[in-house]
């Protein structure tokens, strides 16, 4: 996340986008298979209220910042 806001937060400024969310970072990604039926409902909520705040990205800035990854 650092590096995507490394790499795209001023040009949010520029361009009149909305910047990026202050998110807390991510130490491991989540696995599906460990989480139960709740936990996953609970997640996909989490997703889905960021959403509707606004707190969204394009697929392209996600893949790019995932792609820059050493």
Do not use: N
């Not at 909520?45 to 050493?70: H, N, S, W």
Request: hydrophobic share 35%.
């Amino acid at each position: 996340m650092r590096e995507v806001r490394h790499k795209y937060d001023a040009k949010t400024h520029d361009s009149k986008q909305t910047a990026l969310p202050e998110l807390p970072e991510i130490l491991e990604p989540l696995d599906l298979s460990k989480m139960t039926e709740a936990e996953l409902s609970d997640e996909l909520e989490k997703g889905l209220e960021d959403m509707k705040a606004g707190q969204v990205m394009t697929a392209e800035k996600a893949f790019d910042g995932i792609r820059a990854r050493p």
